[in-house]
T-cell receptor
């Protein structure tokens, strides 16, 4: 079955540094992949989408890469700020029953310290 | 931007009670909505796909008679947890895409924290 793996350990970094989060997937080949941010007690918020033919996507301080050979996506936050502290979820889709259903990883909790 | 509103945000009730959760798309029409459940420190698990005007489709292992879904309009889907028990306590979240295009992001509600005593 399809499996999404994110580093379940919390990532602690110093303000101003670059945070790099990893998402690995197995047993399927998604055409694209989405990244979301989730704050405690809230629903996820969409950040970026990257297609299989795109190696890299940027949005302000965020950068996502997608390596279909390694079956891996990396999510980078440059010049990190304490406000970036949250859980980040990787979500490739699975087409099933006529719908693109997102399969979520467990998420990586990022803590940015002043 | 697209907004999805979920109500209530928090509910505590006794075992055996049925609880209804509403999910509304405020500024767009959602022919499809998704319902998820999330346990502490775990990922969102898709429970079912809600379709306006037709029956919901449930993921494997989700009891359709336990979790009743109604999508009676293009802006409202409801999830009713029937005869809830403590093991049903969880964080329930709904989402909707703007349309069924293959690459649309999901817009999520802020979830409902359900606690069954």
């Amino acid at each position: 079955s399809q499996k999404i793996e994110q580093n379940s350990e919390a990532l602690n970094i110093q303000e101003g540094k670059t945070a790099t989060l990893t998402c690995n997937y197995t047993n399927y080949s998604p055409a694209y992949l989405q990244w979301y941010r989730q704050d405690p007690g809230r629903g996820p918020v969409f950040l970026l989408l990257i297609r299989e033919n795109e190696k890299e996507k940027r949005k302000e301080r965020l950068k996502v890469t997608f390596d279909t050979t390694l079956k891996q996506s990396l999510f980078h936050i440059t010049a990190s700020q304490p406000a970036d502290s949250a859980t980040y979820l990787c979500a490739p889709p699975m087409f099933s029953g006529g719908y693109n259903k997102l399969i979520f990883g467990a998420g990586t909790r990022l803590a940015v310290h002043p | 931007g697209a907004v999805v509103s979920q109500h209530p945000s928090w509910v505590i009730c006794k075992s055996g009670t049925s609880v209804k959760i509403e999910c509304r798309s405020l500024d767009f029409q959602a022919t499809t909505m998704f319902w998820y459940r999330q346990f502490p420190k775990q990922s969102l698990m898709l429970m079912a796909t809600s379709n306006e005007g037709s029956k919901a489709t449930y993921e494997q292992g989700v009891e359709k008679d336990k979790f009743l879904i109604n999508h009676a309009s293009l802006t409202l889907s409801t999830l009713t947890v029937t005869s809830a028990h403590p093991e049903d306590s969880s964080f329930y979240i709904c989402s909707a895409p703007l349309d069924r295009s293959w690459n649309q992001p999901q817009h999520f509600g802020d979830g409902t924290r359900l606690s069954i005593l």
